[in-house]
């Protein structure tokens, strides 16, 4: 550890008692069936269903809480009620069953953050169909890339969003139904969709949620891998209790809160942590419309007087950039907790929190397919800066390393070695499946253990800090993309003969997207057709998912059985040692 650690200070000086008091004591204690009973379940036995637990529990409780304040760029807020979204989520819930959407059918959102996405949400999920968010900046390869592997049979989307979905409409055979939306405003008539709010009006506020059995669908993300394609991790109901406990204890929520999350909803972490955590715990959740910046981000801690905040070290990154002094000149003093997930953070954003807002920003570590947070520093614990923090009660996550001479992965016991960052399978929202991929799922499960992919230490006191990554896939501002996607767009252009797509460091997004192209007879290298490339791929992918950089090589290094060496592009990229290049094909 090279920076002192941040010490709490005891309990009783704490202006919210914080509800994990103990960390050792609350894991001893924990037991899952206890989170349960906190819980409500549906009238009549019916089960856990992620819809009722975040919001028709409150609606019954406090139905007039705000749950929702909608914050728009321009600063105009909309406040909707638990009781408004129950309403809001019973119509949309009708709607699909007017439509005929069943048990398990596919509905996909794909939208900016309007609230007509979290009626979409939690109607969805009251209909018992399986919800996909689809992050709005993508270009149209990856939305017809999910929508076609999930069979999704409903898309949400708005006119603007429907321009990406229109090109690729006619590879979507299982798509039967396109909703409209604009918040109010009137969609124009287009072939092959239909007015959302029309069918909301002709649809009842009342509905009856069929009994939800704890393995029952309930969400499903997409995430990238090394190879292929994206995966759908699918998750199921009963994940609502981990939702709830970490809600509790790794961001402190209290029902008095006002908190905000800056994750797109179309990640993981805009679902678990931007809509479930925070309404299962009933709090007032702000879900700001504009995107980010500085001052703009400043106003909504200030006027919306946030109490709890989750971001990410991207965005911390450019806040610091921005300096202190604007920090200054904002109220934040509402603010009473701060996390951060998706890369690492760095110690210097950890401490830069401090000196800027007065107290520290809180790190985590989960994954999309953990469905919720798995370690973390919390509001009570002394923060060791550049930790990921301590696991959740009643989650083991271990350092295991391949033992050669019994052929079996084993949690390594003495502290401070870096190994496989390994969970024991059984916490509720853990995923059950890569949609239509068991072999690929069951293939991240090694002698009892969920393998994450990370690399990791653990020292002595159970903090757990982050080496890297074990295999190919980018994380560039907090999102992951996988190169074979990349590299799959680029070949498409009628230039390029291959592809190899690395992670370059960068000091602020972590890694960005970058790509070695090697040309087809006929094509020469150029600043004008790099930049053509780039367009090309930021056009199909996105501007998040497209390279940032490209360089032109005669060829790229290969296997010998045709596989592009990444490895040997990046160590090449970063002037490191090649390593073992004896598989590599001879020029
Ligand atoms: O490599 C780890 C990194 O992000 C991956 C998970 O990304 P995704 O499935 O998109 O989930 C996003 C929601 C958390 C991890 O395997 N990662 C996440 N959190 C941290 C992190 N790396 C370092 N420190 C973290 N706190």
Redesign the pocket.
């Known amino acids: 550890m090279d920076h002192q650690p941040i010490v709490k200070p005891p309990l009783d000086q704490f202006s919210v008692p914080p509800n994990l008091d103990n960390w050792k004591t609350r894991r001893a204690a924990h037991n899952w069936d206890a989170v349960r009973a906190e819980l409500d379940g549906l009238p009549n036995g019916g089960g856990l269903n992620l819809a009722h637990e975040a919001i028709d529990r409150h609606a019954n409780n406090t139905p007039d809480k705000v749950a929702m304040r909608w914050v728009t760029a321009a600063g105009a807020v909309e406040d909707y009620t638990y009781a408004d979204m129950k309403r809001l989520s019973n119509r949309f819930a009708n709607a699909l069953r007017d439509l005929g959407i069943q048990k398990t059918d596919r509905v996909f959102v794909f939208m900016d953050r309007t609230p007509e996405l979290y009626a979409a949400v939690f109607g969805t999920l009251k209909n018992l169909s399986i919800i996909g968010p689809l992050f709005s900046a993508f270009g149209p390869e990856p939305v017809r890339d999910r929508l076609q592997h999930s069979h999704a049979r409903v898309l949400v989307t708005t006119p603007a969003l429907y321009k990406k979905v229109g090109q690729i409409r006619a590879d979507l055979p299982h798509l039967e139904h396109v909703l409209l939306t604009d918040h109010g405003v009137t969609v124009p008539e287009i072939p092959g969709t239909q007015p959302l709010d029309t069918l909301l009006d002709a649809a009842s506020e009342e509905f009856e949620i069929p009994p939800t059995a704890a393995e029952d669908w309930s969400v499903m993300h997409y ?1 990238s891998g090394t190879t292929g394609k994206p995966k759908g991790a699918a998750h199921v109901h009963s994940a609502v209790l981990g939702h709830y406990l970490t809600g509790k204890y790794a961001l402190d929520l209290h029902p008095e809160d006002l908190y905000w999350c800056t994750a797109d909803p179309g ?3 805009g679902t678990s942590y931007g809509m479930f955590a925070p309404w299962t715990n009933g709090v007032t959740n702000i879900i700001y419309a504009g995107g980010f910046g500085a001052r703009g981000w400043y106003r909504v801690l200030q006027d919306q007087q946030v109490t709890v905040w989750y971001t990410a070290p991207t965005a911390i990154r450019m806040l610091m950039k921005a300096g202190t002094a604007v920090v200054k000149s904002f109220d934040t003093s509402a603010l009473r907790f701060m996390a951060s ?5 760095n110690p210097e954003a950890v401490l830069w929190g401090h000196e800027a807002f007065g107290i520290p920003f809180h ?7 953990t469905g919720m947070i798995m370690i973390a520093n919390y509001a009570s614990q002394d923060i060791r800066p550049g930790s ?1 923090g301590r696991p959740m009660p009643g989650v083991e996550p271990a350092i295991i390393q391949h033992n050669e001479a019994t052929g079996k992965y084993e949690a390594v016991v003495e502290p401070g070695v870096e190994g496989d960052l390994a969970v024991r399978p059984g916490w509720p929202s853990m995923f059950r499946t890569y949609w239509e991929d068991q072999e690929r799922y069951a293939s991240r499960f090694k002698d009892g253990w969920y393998l ?3 690399r990791a230490r653990r020292d002595a006191d159970g903090y757990f800090w ?1 080496v890297g ?1 074990s295999d190919d896939v980018i ?1 560039t501002a907090g ?2 993309v996988g190169p074979f996607e990349v590299e799959s767009a680029l070949i498409e252009h009628e230039a390029v003969a291959e592809a190899g797509v690395i992670g370059k460091p960068d000091p602020i997004a972590m890694e960005i997207v970058k790509a070695f192209v090697a040309l087809k007879d006929g094509y020469a290298p150029s600043d004008s057709l790099r930049n053509e490339l780039i367009g090309f791929a930021r056009r199909k992918l996105g501007p998040g998912v497209a390279p940032r950089e490209i360089d032109f090589l005669p060829s790229l290094p290969k296997t010998r059985s045709g596989k592009i060496m990444r490895r040997l592009l990046k160590a090449r990229e970063l002037g490191l040692p090649e390593g073992d290049t004896s598989t590599l094909e001879d020029d």
């Not at 997930?341 to 953070?345: K, N, S, Y």
């Not at 790190?363 to 397919?369: A, K, L, P, V």
């Open positions: 995430t990640w993981v972490t997930v998706g890369e690492p953070l790190d985590n570590w989960w994954q999309t397919e990921m994450t992919g990370d982050f990554r994380n999102h992951l």
